[in-house]
Protein backbone atom coordinates (compact mmCIF):
# COMPACT_ATOMS: atom_id res chain seq x y z
CA UNK A 1 0.00 0.00 0.00
CA UNK A 2 1.23 3.43 -0.83
CA UNK A 3 1.71 5.86 2.00
CA UNK A 4 -0.80 8.31 2.59
CA UNK A 5 1.61 11.07 0.99
CA UNK A 6 2.26 9.48 -1.88
CA UNK A 7 -1.88 8.72 -2.42
CA UNK A 8 -2.82 12.61 -1.76
CA UNK A 9 -0.43 13.85 -3.67
CA UNK A 10 -1.43 11.28 -6.53
CA UNK A 11 -5.32 12.68 -5.92
CA UNK A 12 -4.25 16.24 -5.69
CA UNK A 13 -2.23 15.63 -9.31
CA UNK A 14 -6.03 13.83 -10.70
CA UNK A 15 -8.42 16.84 -9.19
CA UNK A 16 -5.71 19.55 -11.52
CA UNK A 17 -5.99 17.31 -14.30
CA UNK A 18 -9.60 16.89 -14.58
CA UNK A 19 -10.42 20.51 -13.38
CA UNK A 20 -8.19 21.49 -16.34
CA UNK A 21 -9.94 19.57 -18.61
CA UNK A 22 -13.34 20.70 -17.64
CA UNK A 23 -12.84 24.29 -17.11
CA UNK A 24 -13.40 25.95 -20.94
CA UNK A 25 -10.26 26.40 -22.54
CA UNK A 26 -8.43 30.36 -22.39
CA UNK A 27 -8.58 30.26 -26.00
CA UNK A 28 -12.52 29.89 -26.33
CA UNK A 29 -14.52 33.01 -26.16
CA UNK A 30 -15.08 35.00 -23.77
CA UNK A 31 -10.83 34.41 -23.04
CA UNK A 32 -10.16 36.90 -20.37
CA UNK A 33 -13.12 34.70 -18.27
CA UNK A 34 -12.04 31.60 -19.28
CA UNK A 35 -8.34 32.76 -18.32
CA UNK A 36 -9.60 33.91 -14.80
CA UNK A 37 -11.54 30.98 -14.19
CA UNK A 38 -8.62 28.92 -15.06
CA UNK A 39 -5.92 31.19 -12.72
CA UNK A 40 -8.74 30.87 -10.01
CA UNK A 41 -9.40 26.86 -10.05
CA UNK A 42 -5.88 25.28 -11.31
CA UNK A 43 -2.19 25.49 -9.67
CA UNK A 44 -2.75 24.90 -6.47
CA UNK A 45 -4.96 24.25 -3.11
CA UNK A 46 -5.23 21.23 -0.71
CA UNK A 47 -7.94 19.34 -2.73
CA UNK A 48 -9.14 18.87 0.67
CA UNK A 49 -12.85 17.93 -0.82
CA UNK A 50 -11.71 16.12 -3.76
CA UNK A 51 -9.68 14.20 -1.29
CA UNK A 52 -12.79 13.01 0.60
CA UNK A 53 -14.37 11.97 -2.42
CA UNK A 54 -11.67 9.64 -3.11
CA UNK A 55 -11.15 8.62 -0.26
CA UNK A 56 -15.05 8.10 0.70
CA UNK A 57 -15.40 6.54 -3.18
CA UNK A 58 -12.96 3.95 -2.28
CA UNK A 59 -14.55 2.85 1.18
CA UNK A 60 -17.38 1.65 -1.12
CA UNK A 61 -15.73 0.44 -4.12
CA UNK A 62 -17.07 3.37 -6.25
CA UNK A 63 -15.40 3.41 -10.37
CA UNK A 64 -12.82 6.05 -9.92
CA UNK A 65 -13.91 8.06 -13.48
CA UNK A 66 -17.45 8.92 -11.61
CA UNK A 67 -15.70 9.69 -8.38
CA UNK A 68 -13.71 12.31 -10.56
CA UNK A 69 -17.07 14.23 -11.92
CA UNK A 70 -18.29 14.20 -8.26
CA UNK A 71 -14.43 15.30 -7.13
CA UNK A 72 -14.30 18.03 -9.41
CA UNK A 73 -17.66 19.45 -8.85
CA UNK A 74 -17.31 19.78 -5.38
CA UNK A 75 -13.83 21.50 -5.45
CA UNK A 76 -15.20 24.07 -8.04
CA UNK A 77 -17.77 24.81 -5.40
CA UNK A 78 -15.19 25.58 -3.01
CA UNK A 79 -13.01 27.68 -5.31
CA UNK A 80 -16.01 29.86 -6.80
CA UNK A 81 -16.59 30.73 -2.52
CA UNK A 82 -13.35 31.38 -1.90
CA UNK A 83 -13.26 33.35 -5.16
CA UNK A 84 -16.34 35.54 -3.60
CA UNK A 85 -14.88 35.53 0.08
CA UNK A 86 -11.79 37.01 -1.25
CA UNK A 87 -14.02 40.26 -2.96
CA UNK A 88 -13.42 43.54 -0.93
CA UNK A 89 -17.28 43.79 -0.28
CA UNK A 90 -16.96 40.36 1.69
CA UNK A 91 -13.33 39.18 3.26
CA UNK A 92 -11.09 41.72 0.84
CA UNK A 93 -8.07 39.40 0.54
CA UNK A 94 -4.75 39.81 -1.68
CA UNK A 95 -3.49 36.99 -1.32
CA UNK A 96 -4.96 33.30 -2.00
CA UNK A 97 -2.67 29.78 -2.21
CA UNK A 98 0.31 32.15 -2.45
CA UNK A 99 -1.16 33.60 -5.25
CA UNK A 100 -2.52 37.40 -6.18
CA UNK A 101 -6.60 36.66 -5.22
CA UNK A 102 -8.65 36.53 -8.41
CA UNK A 103 -9.95 40.21 -8.04
CA UNK A 104 -6.25 42.14 -7.50
CA UNK A 105 -5.15 39.34 -10.52
CA UNK A 106 -8.33 40.72 -12.78
CA UNK A 107 -10.54 42.68 -11.33
CA UNK A 108 -13.56 42.77 -9.57
CA UNK A 109 -16.20 42.39 -11.71
CA UNK A 110 -14.51 40.10 -13.80
CA UNK A 111 -13.81 37.59 -10.15
CA UNK A 112 -17.22 38.29 -9.55
CA UNK A 113 -18.26 36.47 -12.82
CA UNK A 114 -15.49 33.93 -12.08
CA UNK A 115 -17.22 32.90 -9.41
CA UNK A 116 -20.88 32.49 -10.80
CA UNK A 117 -19.28 30.51 -13.94
CA UNK A 118 -17.69 28.14 -11.49
CA UNK A 119 -20.43 27.24 -9.54
CA UNK A 120 -22.64 26.86 -12.99
CA UNK A 121 -20.02 24.70 -14.19
CA UNK A 122 -19.59 22.22 -10.95
CA UNK A 123 -23.51 21.45 -11.74
CA UNK A 124 -22.75 20.81 -15.54
CA UNK A 125 -20.26 18.08 -14.71
CA UNK A 126 -22.39 16.92 -12.20
CA UNK A 127 -25.46 16.82 -14.74
CA UNK A 128 -23.43 15.44 -17.45
CA UNK A 129 -25.84 12.87 -19.19
CA UNK A 130 -24.58 8.81 -18.66
CA UNK A 131 -22.09 9.89 -15.98
CA UNK A 132 -23.92 7.68 -14.10
CA UNK A 133 -25.70 4.31 -14.75
CA UNK A 134 -28.33 5.36 -12.53
CA UNK A 135 -29.91 8.98 -13.39
CA UNK A 136 -31.83 8.95 -10.22
CA UNK A 137 -28.44 8.46 -8.24
CA UNK A 138 -27.06 11.24 -10.28
CA UNK A 139 -30.26 13.67 -9.44
CA UNK A 140 -29.47 12.80 -5.64
CA UNK A 141 -26.09 13.60 -6.64
CA UNK A 142 -27.20 17.36 -7.71
CA UNK A 143 -29.83 17.32 -5.27
CA UNK A 144 -27.44 17.17 -2.71
CA UNK A 145 -24.66 19.55 -4.31
CA UNK A 146 -27.32 21.85 -4.34
CA UNK A 147 -28.27 22.11 -1.32
CA UNK A 148 -24.69 21.91 0.18
CA UNK A 149 -24.18 25.33 -1.49
CA UNK A 150 -27.34 27.22 -1.45
CA UNK A 151 -28.69 29.18 1.39
CA UNK A 152 -29.28 26.21 4.13
CA UNK A 153 -25.84 25.39 3.17
CA UNK A 154 -22.44 26.95 2.44
CA UNK A 155 -24.08 30.48 1.72
CA UNK A 156 -25.87 30.35 5.07
CA UNK A 157 -22.86 29.89 6.98
CA UNK A 158 -21.05 32.88 5.18
CA UNK A 159 -24.03 34.66 6.05
CA UNK A 160 -24.02 33.85 9.82
CA UNK A 161 -20.15 34.52 9.74
CA UNK A 162 -20.94 37.87 8.53
CA UNK A 163 -23.40 38.72 11.14
CA UNK A 164 -21.01 37.31 13.72
CA UNK A 165 -18.29 39.63 13.11
CA UNK A 166 -17.07 41.18 16.14
CA UNK A 167 -19.57 39.39 18.15
CA UNK A 168 -18.55 36.77 20.98
CA UNK A 169 -20.93 33.54 19.98
CA UNK A 170 -21.02 30.80 22.04
CA UNK A 171 -19.87 26.98 21.14
CA UNK A 172 -23.18 26.02 20.04
CA UNK A 173 -23.40 29.28 17.51
CA UNK A 174 -19.62 28.62 16.35
CA UNK A 175 -20.33 24.97 15.42
CA UNK A 176 -23.84 26.17 13.94
CA UNK A 177 -21.93 28.48 11.45
CA UNK A 178 -19.10 25.92 10.99
CA UNK A 179 -21.92 23.00 10.12
CA UNK A 180 -23.23 25.12 7.27
CA UNK A 181 -20.42 27.27 6.31
CA UNK A 182 -17.64 24.34 5.82
CA UNK A 183 -19.35 21.65 6.86
CA UNK A 184 -21.72 21.36 4.34
CA UNK A 185 -19.72 20.69 1.48
CA UNK A 186 -17.41 18.66 3.30
CA UNK A 187 -20.60 16.17 4.36
CA UNK A 188 -21.57 16.87 0.29
CA UNK A 189 -18.20 15.81 -0.72
CA UNK A 190 -17.66 12.14 0.71
CA UNK A 191 -21.27 11.46 0.31
CA UNK A 192 -20.94 12.56 -3.41
CA UNK A 193 -17.73 10.35 -3.52
CA UNK A 194 -19.86 7.54 -2.15
CA UNK A 195 -23.06 7.96 -4.06
CA UNK A 196 -20.54 7.53 -7.62
CA UNK A 197 -21.08 3.87 -6.77
CA UNK A 198 -24.67 4.04 -6.61
CA UNK A 199 -27.38 4.05 -3.95
CA UNK A 200 -26.21 3.56 -0.51
CA UNK A 201 -27.45 1.49 2.54
CA UNK A 202 -28.44 3.09 5.19
CA UNK A 203 -25.89 2.28 7.27
CA UNK A 204 -22.99 3.33 5.32
CA UNK A 205 -24.65 6.24 5.02
CA UNK A 206 -24.78 7.23 8.59
CA UNK A 207 -20.88 6.02 8.89
CA UNK A 208 -20.12 8.43 6.22
CA UNK A 209 -22.37 11.04 7.71
CA UNK A 210 -21.02 11.28 11.16
CA UNK A 211 -17.44 10.46 9.32
CA UNK A 212 -17.86 13.65 7.40
CA UNK A 213 -19.67 15.57 10.19
CA UNK A 214 -16.30 15.15 12.78
CA UNK A 215 -14.10 15.49 9.68
CA UNK A 216 -15.72 18.95 9.05
CA UNK A 217 -15.51 20.45 12.91
CA UNK A 218 -11.89 18.64 13.33
CA UNK A 219 -10.67 20.88 10.24
CA UNK A 220 -12.46 24.08 11.30
CA UNK A 221 -10.81 24.14 14.94
CA UNK A 222 -7.78 23.19 13.12
CA UNK A 223 -8.15 26.37 10.56
CA UNK A 224 -8.63 28.37 13.36
CA UNK A 225 -5.81 27.07 15.26
CA UNK A 226 -3.07 27.33 12.18
CA UNK A 227 -4.64 31.03 11.39
CA UNK A 228 -3.20 31.83 14.82
CA UNK A 229 -0.32 30.32 14.56
CA UNK A 230 1.29 29.60 11.45
CA UNK A 231 2.56 32.12 9.42
CA UNK A 232 1.16 33.58 6.13
CA UNK A 233 4.08 32.46 4.11
CA UNK A 234 3.40 28.94 5.95
CA UNK A 235 -0.38 29.29 4.86
CA UNK A 236 -0.21 30.87 1.55
CA UNK A 237 -3.04 32.98 2.34
CA UNK A 238 -2.83 36.15 5.05
CA UNK A 239 -2.44 34.66 8.49
CA UNK A 240 -3.80 36.12 11.72
CA UNK A 241 -6.72 37.70 10.02
CA UNK A 242 -9.57 36.03 11.81
CA UNK A 243 -8.44 38.13 15.08
CA UNK A 244 -7.36 41.28 12.80
CA UNK A 245 -11.12 41.33 11.51
CA UNK A 246 -12.88 40.57 15.44
CA UNK A 247 -14.14 36.96 13.97
CA UNK A 248 -15.55 34.80 16.22
CA UNK A 249 -13.38 31.31 16.44
CA UNK A 250 -12.47 28.25 18.53
CA UNK A 251 -9.76 30.32 20.07
CA UNK A 252 -11.52 32.78 21.15
CA UNK A 253 -13.56 30.50 23.47
CA UNK A 254 -10.89 28.06 24.10
CA UNK A 255 -7.09 28.29 24.39
CA UNK A 256 -5.03 26.66 21.38
CA UNK A 257 -4.04 23.46 23.53
CA UNK A 258 -7.94 22.86 24.48
CA UNK A 259 -8.55 23.72 20.72
CA UNK A 260 -6.29 21.02 19.76
CA UNK A 261 -7.00 18.65 22.00
CA UNK A 262 -10.86 18.95 20.74
CA UNK A 263 -9.93 18.77 17.15
CA UNK A 264 -7.89 14.81 18.18
CA UNK A 265 -11.33 14.01 20.19
CA UNK A 266 -13.18 14.70 16.34
CA UNK A 267 -10.58 12.99 14.76
CA UNK A 268 -10.91 9.70 16.71
CA UNK A 269 -14.55 9.67 16.54
CA UNK A 270 -14.20 9.89 12.61
CA UNK A 271 -11.53 7.00 12.82
CA UNK A 272 -14.21 5.03 14.71
CA UNK A 273 -16.45 5.60 11.57
CA UNK A 274 -14.12 4.94 8.91
CA UNK A 275 -13.43 1.44 10.37
CA UNK A 276 -16.96 0.25 9.78
CA UNK A 277 -15.27 -0.12 6.18
CA UNK A 278 -12.84 -2.00 6.99
CA UNK A 279 -9.59 -1.86 4.71
CA UNK A 280 -11.29 -0.03 2.54
CA UNK A 281 -11.62 3.23 5.04
CA UNK A 282 -8.21 3.59 5.36
CA UNK A 283 -7.66 6.71 2.94
CA UNK A 284 -10.67 7.90 5.38
CA UNK A 285 -8.73 7.12 8.08
CA UNK A 286 -5.32 8.68 6.43
CA UNK A 287 -7.32 12.15 5.83
CA UNK A 288 -8.84 12.85 9.26
CA UNK A 289 -5.46 12.08 11.21
CA UNK A 290 -3.37 13.85 8.43
CA UNK A 291 -6.35 16.83 9.66
CA UNK A 292 -5.01 17.49 13.25
CA UNK A 293 -1.40 16.88 11.57
CA UNK A 294 -0.81 19.31 9.15
CA UNK A 295 1.09 23.00 9.20
CA UNK A 296 -0.97 24.54 6.39
CA UNK B 1 -59.79 31.40 -24.60
CA UNK B 2 -58.54 34.08 -21.94
CA UNK B 3 -56.68 36.93 -23.71
CA UNK B 4 -53.16 37.19 -23.56
CA UNK B 5 -53.31 39.87 -20.64
CA UNK B 6 -55.00 37.65 -18.69
CA UNK B 7 -52.76 34.85 -19.23
CA UNK B 8 -49.86 36.69 -18.65
CA UNK B 9 -51.02 37.74 -15.46
CA UNK B 10 -52.05 34.45 -14.36
CA UNK B 11 -48.66 33.20 -15.28
CA UNK B 12 -46.75 35.63 -13.63
CA UNK B 13 -49.08 35.28 -10.63
CA UNK B 14 -48.39 31.40 -10.30
CA UNK B 15 -44.78 32.19 -10.88
CA UNK B 16 -44.42 34.33 -7.99
CA UNK B 17 -45.98 31.85 -5.85
CA UNK B 18 -44.10 29.50 -6.67
CA UNK B 19 -40.98 30.89 -5.91
CA UNK B 20 -42.23 32.30 -2.72
CA UNK B 21 -43.33 28.44 -1.67
CA UNK B 22 -39.72 27.03 -2.92
CA UNK B 23 -37.41 30.26 -1.09
CA UNK B 24 -36.51 29.58 2.18
CA UNK B 25 -39.11 31.32 4.69
CA UNK B 26 -37.66 34.45 6.12
CA UNK B 27 -37.80 33.06 9.91
CA UNK B 28 -35.23 30.29 8.33
CA UNK B 29 -31.82 31.15 9.95
CA UNK B 30 -29.76 32.99 8.29
CA UNK B 31 -32.65 34.93 8.56
CA UNK B 32 -31.49 38.33 7.21
CA UNK B 33 -29.68 36.20 4.26
CA UNK B 34 -33.36 34.70 3.85
CA UNK B 35 -35.21 37.79 3.78
CA UNK B 36 -33.21 39.60 1.35
CA UNK B 37 -33.49 36.60 -0.77
CA UNK B 38 -37.11 37.16 -0.84
CA UNK B 39 -36.37 40.73 -1.45
CA UNK B 40 -34.74 40.12 -4.70
CA UNK B 41 -36.77 37.35 -6.04
CA UNK B 42 -40.52 38.48 -5.08
CA UNK B 43 -42.98 41.18 -5.64
CA UNK B 44 -42.03 42.06 -9.12
CA UNK B 45 -40.62 41.60 -12.59
CA UNK B 46 -42.04 40.41 -15.70
CA UNK B 47 -41.43 37.01 -15.05
CA UNK B 48 -40.44 36.90 -19.22
CA UNK B 49 -38.64 33.67 -18.30
CA UNK B 50 -41.58 31.54 -16.94
CA UNK B 51 -43.87 32.50 -19.17
CA UNK B 52 -41.67 31.45 -21.97
CA UNK B 53 -41.52 27.93 -19.96
CA UNK B 54 -45.15 28.12 -19.29
CA UNK B 55 -45.92 28.64 -23.01
CA UNK B 56 -43.32 26.29 -24.25
CA UNK B 57 -44.94 23.53 -21.98
CA UNK B 58 -48.34 24.81 -23.44
CA UNK B 59 -47.04 24.04 -26.87
CA UNK B 60 -46.53 20.38 -26.22
CA UNK B 61 -48.98 19.47 -23.68
CA UNK B 62 -46.57 19.45 -20.74
CA UNK B 63 -48.13 19.05 -16.85
CA UNK B 64 -48.25 22.18 -15.81
CA UNK B 65 -47.18 21.23 -12.12
CA UNK B 66 -43.72 19.74 -13.68
CA UNK B 67 -43.23 23.36 -15.64
CA UNK B 68 -43.98 25.38 -12.81
CA UNK B 69 -40.34 24.20 -11.45
CA UNK B 70 -38.47 25.17 -14.65
CA UNK B 71 -40.40 28.20 -14.72
CA UNK B 72 -38.78 29.06 -10.80
CA UNK B 73 -35.50 27.41 -11.98
CA UNK B 74 -34.87 29.59 -14.74
CA UNK B 75 -36.32 33.00 -13.00
CA UNK B 76 -34.07 32.45 -9.89
CA UNK B 77 -30.87 32.23 -12.19
CA UNK B 78 -32.29 35.65 -13.95
CA UNK B 79 -32.92 37.17 -10.44
CA UNK B 80 -29.19 36.13 -9.28
CA UNK B 81 -27.93 37.53 -11.94
CA UNK B 82 -29.77 41.20 -11.77
CA UNK B 83 -28.80 40.75 -8.21
CA UNK B 84 -24.85 40.61 -9.41
CA UNK B 85 -25.41 42.87 -12.20
CA UNK B 86 -26.26 45.42 -10.00
CA UNK B 87 -23.34 45.75 -7.31
CA UNK B 88 -21.31 48.07 -7.30
CA UNK B 89 -18.81 46.22 -9.19
CA UNK B 90 -20.61 45.56 -12.24
CA UNK B 91 -23.31 48.21 -13.15
CA UNK B 92 -23.29 49.76 -9.80
CA UNK B 93 -27.59 50.53 -10.19
CA UNK B 94 -29.65 51.24 -7.37
CA UNK B 95 -33.44 50.67 -8.73
CA UNK B 96 -34.69 47.71 -9.86
CA UNK B 97 -38.22 46.98 -10.49
CA UNK B 98 -39.27 50.01 -8.67
CA UNK B 99 -37.26 49.27 -5.75
CA UNK B 100 -33.89 49.96 -4.18
CA UNK B 101 -31.73 47.15 -5.23
CA UNK B 102 -30.36 44.42 -3.20
CA UNK B 103 -27.48 46.18 -2.05
CA UNK B 104 -28.51 49.22 -1.55
CA UNK B 105 -31.52 47.81 0.86
CA UNK B 106 -29.39 45.30 2.65
CA UNK B 107 -25.39 45.41 1.76
CA UNK B 108 -23.08 44.34 -0.61
CA UNK B 109 -21.98 41.40 0.75
CA UNK B 110 -25.54 40.58 1.38
CA UNK B 111 -26.26 40.79 -2.26
CA UNK B 112 -23.10 39.01 -3.55
CA UNK B 113 -24.75 35.93 -1.04
CA UNK B 114 -28.27 36.42 -2.42
CA UNK B 115 -27.11 36.17 -5.72
CA UNK B 116 -25.09 32.79 -4.83
CA UNK B 117 -27.61 31.10 -3.35
CA UNK B 118 -30.79 31.93 -5.73
CA UNK B 119 -28.44 29.98 -8.29
CA UNK B 120 -27.91 27.19 -5.98
CA UNK B 121 -31.56 27.06 -5.34
CA UNK B 122 -32.51 27.26 -8.84
CA UNK B 123 -30.36 23.68 -9.69
CA UNK B 124 -32.13 22.53 -5.97
CA UNK B 125 -35.34 23.54 -7.63
CA UNK B 126 -34.69 21.20 -10.65
CA UNK B 127 -33.06 18.67 -8.75
CA UNK B 128 -35.94 17.64 -7.16
CA UNK B 129 -36.09 13.54 -6.62
CA UNK B 130 -39.03 12.62 -8.39
CA UNK B 131 -39.78 16.04 -10.11
CA UNK B 132 -39.83 14.11 -13.36
CA UNK B 133 -41.07 10.76 -14.28
CA UNK B 134 -38.01 10.57 -16.32
CA UNK B 135 -34.86 11.39 -14.40
CA UNK B 136 -32.54 11.09 -17.41
CA UNK B 137 -34.99 13.68 -18.72
CA UNK B 138 -34.50 15.90 -15.85
CA UNK B 139 -30.72 15.56 -15.91
CA UNK B 140 -30.80 17.08 -19.40
CA UNK B 141 -32.68 19.75 -17.89
CA UNK B 142 -29.97 20.48 -15.35
CA UNK B 143 -27.58 19.83 -17.83
CA UNK B 144 -29.05 22.72 -20.21
CA UNK B 145 -29.46 25.13 -17.44
CA UNK B 146 -26.28 24.85 -16.00
CA UNK B 147 -24.66 25.28 -19.79
CA UNK B 148 -27.23 28.31 -19.95
CA UNK B 149 -25.83 29.71 -16.88
CA UNK B 150 -22.33 29.42 -16.92
CA UNK B 151 -19.28 31.00 -19.05
CA UNK B 152 -20.24 29.70 -22.48
CA UNK B 153 -23.61 31.11 -21.69
CA UNK B 154 -25.29 33.96 -19.47
CA UNK B 155 -21.56 34.57 -17.52
CA UNK B 156 -20.05 34.69 -20.91
CA UNK B 157 -22.39 37.08 -22.13
CA UNK B 158 -21.77 39.58 -19.05
CA UNK B 159 -18.10 39.24 -19.69
CA UNK B 160 -18.12 40.52 -23.45
CA UNK B 161 -20.31 42.61 -22.27
CA UNK B 162 -17.82 44.43 -20.13
CA UNK B 163 -15.30 44.16 -22.58
CA UNK B 164 -17.72 45.96 -24.58
CA UNK B 165 -18.41 48.65 -22.73
CA UNK B 166 -16.81 52.55 -24.12
CA UNK B 167 -15.84 50.14 -27.97
CA UNK B 168 -18.48 50.72 -30.99
CA UNK B 169 -19.17 46.51 -31.90
CA UNK B 170 -20.54 45.27 -35.21
CA UNK B 171 -23.71 43.78 -35.51
CA UNK B 172 -22.13 40.57 -35.27
CA UNK B 173 -20.52 41.02 -32.03
CA UNK B 174 -23.67 42.42 -30.65
CA UNK B 175 -25.87 39.81 -31.17
CA UNK B 176 -22.70 37.29 -30.20
CA UNK B 177 -22.52 39.00 -26.69
CA UNK B 178 -26.84 38.86 -26.53
CA UNK B 179 -26.96 35.44 -27.71
CA UNK B 180 -24.94 34.58 -24.80
CA UNK B 181 -25.89 36.80 -22.56
CA UNK B 182 -29.69 36.98 -22.59
CA UNK B 183 -30.36 34.28 -25.46
CA UNK B 184 -28.60 31.66 -23.62
CA UNK B 185 -31.34 32.06 -21.05
CA UNK B 186 -34.52 32.07 -22.46
CA UNK B 187 -33.53 29.25 -24.75
CA UNK B 188 -33.21 27.08 -21.50
CA UNK B 189 -36.80 28.53 -20.63
CA UNK B 190 -38.55 27.56 -23.40
CA UNK B 191 -36.73 23.99 -23.63
CA UNK B 192 -36.94 23.52 -20.04
CA UNK B 193 -40.66 24.25 -20.15
CA UNK B 194 -41.22 21.65 -23.34
CA UNK B 195 -38.84 18.97 -21.43
CA UNK B 196 -41.27 19.09 -18.62
CA UNK B 197 -43.46 17.09 -20.93
CA UNK B 198 -40.75 14.43 -22.17
CA UNK B 199 -37.71 14.17 -24.59
CA UNK B 200 -38.39 16.16 -27.60
CA UNK B 201 -38.71 15.01 -31.16
CA UNK B 202 -36.11 16.64 -32.78
CA UNK B 203 -38.36 18.48 -35.19
CA UNK B 204 -40.17 20.06 -32.30
CA UNK B 205 -36.90 21.32 -30.63
CA UNK B 206 -35.28 22.67 -33.41
CA UNK B 207 -38.91 24.37 -33.93
CA UNK B 208 -38.54 25.49 -30.28
CA UNK B 209 -34.72 26.62 -30.92
CA UNK B 210 -35.53 28.75 -33.51
CA UNK B 211 -38.39 30.43 -32.09
CA UNK B 212 -36.13 31.24 -28.47
CA UNK B 213 -33.44 32.61 -30.84
CA UNK B 214 -35.84 34.84 -32.80
CA UNK B 215 -37.50 35.98 -29.54
CA UNK B 216 -34.17 36.56 -27.73
CA UNK B 217 -32.81 38.90 -30.16
CA UNK B 218 -35.97 40.56 -30.42
CA UNK B 219 -36.30 41.18 -26.47
CA UNK B 220 -32.93 42.52 -26.57
CA UNK B 221 -33.10 45.04 -29.28
CA UNK B 222 -36.46 46.53 -27.47
CA UNK B 223 -34.55 46.76 -24.66
CA UNK B 224 -32.19 48.99 -26.34
CA UNK B 225 -34.95 50.96 -27.40
CA UNK B 226 -36.75 51.00 -24.46
CA UNK B 227 -33.72 52.05 -22.34
CA UNK B 228 -33.42 55.06 -24.81
CA UNK B 229 -36.82 56.25 -25.23
CA UNK B 230 -38.77 55.13 -22.14
CA UNK B 231 -38.61 56.92 -18.47
CA UNK B 232 -37.34 55.80 -15.26
CA UNK B 233 -40.54 55.53 -13.84
CA UNK B 234 -41.95 53.23 -16.62
CA UNK B 235 -39.61 50.84 -16.68
CA UNK B 236 -38.87 50.34 -12.99
CA UNK B 237 -34.97 50.67 -13.40
CA UNK B 238 -32.92 53.61 -14.48
CA UNK B 239 -33.60 54.52 -18.03
CA UNK B 240 -30.86 55.82 -20.13
CA UNK B 241 -28.63 53.77 -18.77
CA UNK B 242 -26.91 52.21 -21.50
CA UNK B 243 -25.79 55.91 -23.54
CA UNK B 244 -24.15 56.91 -20.27
CA UNK B 245 -21.96 54.05 -19.27
CA UNK B 246 -20.69 53.71 -23.33
CA UNK B 247 -22.60 50.52 -23.90
CA UNK B 248 -22.64 49.00 -27.37
CA UNK B 249 -26.41 48.68 -27.90
CA UNK B 250 -28.27 48.37 -31.70
CA UNK B 251 -28.96 52.04 -31.28
CA UNK B 252 -25.29 52.58 -31.55
CA UNK B 253 -25.53 50.64 -35.19
CA UNK B 254 -28.98 51.93 -36.35
CA UNK B 255 -31.56 54.65 -35.79
CA UNK B 256 -34.41 53.27 -33.25
CA UNK B 257 -36.68 53.07 -36.38
CA UNK B 258 -34.43 50.37 -38.12
CA UNK B 259 -34.32 49.30 -34.43
CA UNK B 260 -37.86 48.27 -34.37
CA UNK B 261 -38.09 47.10 -38.10
CA UNK B 262 -35.78 44.81 -37.12
CA UNK B 263 -37.52 43.83 -34.42
CA UNK B 264 -40.15 42.94 -36.00
CA UNK B 265 -38.88 41.04 -38.86
CA UNK B 266 -37.64 38.62 -35.66
CA UNK B 267 -40.93 38.34 -34.18
CA UNK B 268 -42.43 37.41 -37.60
CA UNK B 269 -39.86 34.47 -37.83
CA UNK B 270 -40.35 33.34 -34.26
CA UNK B 271 -44.87 33.62 -34.96
CA UNK B 272 -43.97 30.86 -37.90
CA UNK B 273 -42.18 28.95 -35.72
CA UNK B 274 -45.10 29.08 -32.92
CA UNK B 275 -47.11 28.16 -35.92
CA UNK B 276 -45.77 24.77 -36.44
CA UNK B 277 -47.53 23.89 -33.21
CA UNK B 278 -51.05 24.78 -34.10
CA UNK B 279 -53.26 26.03 -31.28
CA UNK B 280 -51.24 25.30 -29.11
CA UNK B 281 -48.73 27.43 -29.91
CA UNK B 282 -50.90 30.19 -28.99
CA UNK B 283 -49.12 31.48 -26.11
CA UNK B 284 -45.51 31.64 -27.70
CA UNK B 285 -47.29 33.13 -30.26
CA UNK B 286 -48.70 35.72 -28.17
CA UNK B 287 -45.37 36.35 -25.86
CA UNK B 288 -43.52 37.39 -29.31
CA UNK B 289 -46.01 39.66 -30.28
CA UNK B 290 -45.90 41.06 -27.14
CA UNK B 291 -42.32 41.74 -27.29
CA UNK B 292 -42.48 44.39 -29.89
CA UNK B 293 -45.35 45.83 -28.50
CA UNK B 294 -44.37 46.52 -24.58
CA UNK B 295 -43.51 49.68 -23.43
CA UNK B 296 -41.94 48.64 -20.08
Known amino acids: MTSFAAWARAAQERTEAALARCLPAAAIAPQRLHEAMRYAAL ?25 EAAACAVELIHVYSLTHDDLPAMDDDDLRRGKPTCHVQYDEAT ?25 AVQLEMLHLLARAAGSRGMCGGQAVDLAATGRRLELAELEFMHIHKTGALIRASVLLGALAAGA ?21 VMDDVLDAEASTATLGKTAGKDAAQGKATYLTLMPAREARAYAQELVEDALGAATGFGERGGRLADIARFIVQRSY
Open 43 to 67: GGGKRVRPMLAYAAGEAVEAPAGRV
Open 111 to 135: ALLVGDALQGLAFEVLAEPGLHPDP
Open 200 to 220: LAPEARERLEHYAKCVGLAFQ
